[in-house]
Nanobody, 123 residues
Framework: QVQVVESGGGSVQPGGSLRLSCVAS????????MAWYRQAPGKQRELVAR???????NYAEFVQGRFTISRDNAKDTVYLEMNDLKPEDTAVYSC?????????????????WGQGTQVTVSS
């Protein structure tokens, strides 16, 4: 079994900063892509940023230059540093991990999602 748990959400004023963390734990052999998605009320879930196991990153245009994704492979953890937050960044932010599980000599590959953490940007 694998668990993915986010933390670090909260409320902040426009222009403020937050740092999200996401830890994967359990029967993990390796993790490929880790990513952050967000979903605002009444809108579809959208990709915010992704990072592969080598550290290659991709960002949505709407966060370019404001958000930074990073990961610590030894800790199976991904971070999202969010600066210059805007009201339109308000959403539930969820973590995604492409996990290769192992146990008893077998391996399989599955996608895992966290429960999400609320980010609210308001004055």
């Amino acid at each position: 079994q694998v668990q993915v748990v986010e933390s670090g959400g909260g409320s902040v004023q426009p222009g403020g900063s937050l740092r999200l963390s996401c830890v994967a734990s359990g029967s993990i052999f390796s993790i490929g892509v880790m990513a952050w998605y967000r979903q605002a009320p009444g809108k579809q879930r959208e990709l915010v940023a992704r990072i592969d196991s080598r550290g290659t990153t991709n960002y949505a245009e709407f966060v370019q230059g404001r958000f930074t994704i990073s990961r610590d492979n030894a800790k199976d953890t991904v971070y999202l540093e969010m600066n210059d937050l805007k009201p339109e960044d308000t959403a539930v932010y969820s973590c995604y991990a492409d996990v290769v599980r192992t146990g008893g000599g077998w391996y399989d590959n599955q996608d895992y999602w966290g429960q999400g953490t609320q980010v609210t940007v308001s004055s």
